[in-house]
């Protein structure tokens, strides 16, 4: 299988487990709701270990900067459509910018692997 293709689904994989492990870090309610505690860790362990296969096809600097951006993009959309929050124009405009930089990083680096 080709080893880009791999990395870029073990990062796409990483990216849900932690939104997950997010969403049920809200759920947790500062860590004493024992069953949202626990999937937390074991979302984020998960996305941590699929991290780790991404960066056999493509550089830290790279996966991170996708694996943190698209979190957050991801995490926030959660927030408005689950948990009912209110993002203000700021918020959005920040997330925007995060979204191009990843949309300009994966057209025009020459240090993302096609």
């Known amino acids: 299988m080709n080893p880009v ?3 870029y689904g073990a990062l796409g994989g990483a990216i849900v487990l932690e939104v997950i492990g997010t969403t049920l870090l809200q759920r947790s309610e500062q860590f004493t709701r024992l069953l949202p505690t626990a999937g937390m860790v ?9 991290l780790t296969h991404a960066l056999k096809g493509m550089p830290l600097g790279i996966a991170y900067a996708m694996w943190g ?3 957050i993009v991801l995490t926030a959309l959660i927030s408005v459509f689950v948990f009912k929050q209110t993002l203000d124009l700021a918020a959005l405009s920040g997330i925007a910018l995060i979204v191009a930089g990843v949309v300009v990083m994966n057209t025009l680096s020459g240090s993302v692997s096609h």
């Open 69 to 71: 951006g698209l979190g």
């Open 5 to 7: 293709f791999t990395a």
């Open 42 to 50: 074991m979302f984020y362990a998960a996305s941590f270990y699929l």
